[in-house]
């Protein structure tokens, strides 16, 4: 099946572009981030000590991950919001941190690309996961942009608990950790496409990736609105 690929750092805007692309071109959408909370989740409610890479492994391999109308499901249960707590977000790193839970997670987001046309979201999809995607994205943002994105989310959410400051804080220690990992680390594949997003509108963003998808014959079952 066809493949785009949606790379960068947190807060540049890679979900919210990644669900109109899906949404307009009627490909899936796979979030990869929200698979690796899922386990990190899936851990922490069965005890599994997050310095155990087997039994993370083993963990990660017996999980059910369903994208099912914008929400991520774990054997049957909606996730969505639990995977966002600050929690999950802490216990996702080691687990993402995991060579062989890294293994699993790429075989499952391989498998999912077998069955649909994918706009896969993450860190190493163009890298990793998919070296042979039609398209590769890489989205990036200045680093307070990233932040004000992040604390505009929270609080359309309702959650005032963080300042800006303190996100961009956390936000500087997770891109660290994202960069630092031996196996997938965040970094733009060679043949990514850059796209920085401060300014610019999300429906901006899209057509730009749109305009690169068609460039590349990937836009056959698009119908603009
Ligand atoms: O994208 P999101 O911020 O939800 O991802 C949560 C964490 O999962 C990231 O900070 C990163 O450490 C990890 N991740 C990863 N590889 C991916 C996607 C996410 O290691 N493909």
Redo the contacts with the bound molecule.
């Keep these: 099946m066809k493949i785009i690929t949606l790379d960068g750092p ?1 807060g540049a805007g ?2 919210s572009t990644a669900k109109l692309l899906a949404s307009k071109l009627g490909w899936c959408h796979m ?7 899922a386990v990190a989740l899936a851990a922490l409610q069965r005890n599994v000590a997050l310095d155990n890479e087997k039994a993370l492994a083993e963990l990660a391999a017996s999980l059910d991950i369903q994208f099912l109308s914008g929400a991520v499901f774990l054997n049957g249960e909606d996730i969505s919001v639990e995977i966002r707590i600050d929690r999950v ?1 802490a216990a ?2 080691p687990v ?1 941190d995991a060579p062989s839970v ?1 293994e699993e997670m790429t075989a499952m987001q391989r498998k999912l690309s077998r069955k649909f046309n994918l706009v896969t ?5 163009g890298t990793v ?1 998919f070296p042979c995607a039609e398209l590769k994205v890489y989205l990036d943002a200045s680093p307070s942009a990233r932040a004000a994105r992040r604390y505009h989310e929270r609080i359309e959410h309702g959650d005032k608990s963080h300042s800006i400051e303190e996100i961009l804080h956390s936000q500087i220690e ?1 891109d660290q ?2 960069k630092d ?1 031996p196996i ?1 680390a ?1 970094e733009a594949a060679k043949d990514a496409i850059i796209i920085h997003t401060d300014g610019f509108s999300l429906e901006n963003v899209v057509n730009q990736v749109l305009e690169l998808a068609r460039g590349r014959g990937l836009t056959s079952d698009y119908i603009p609105k």
């Design positions: 947190a890679k979900s979030d990869t981030g929200a698979m690796y909370r977000t996702t790193r993402a890294r979201e993450g860190r190493d999809q996961v997770r950790g994202d990992r997938g965040m």
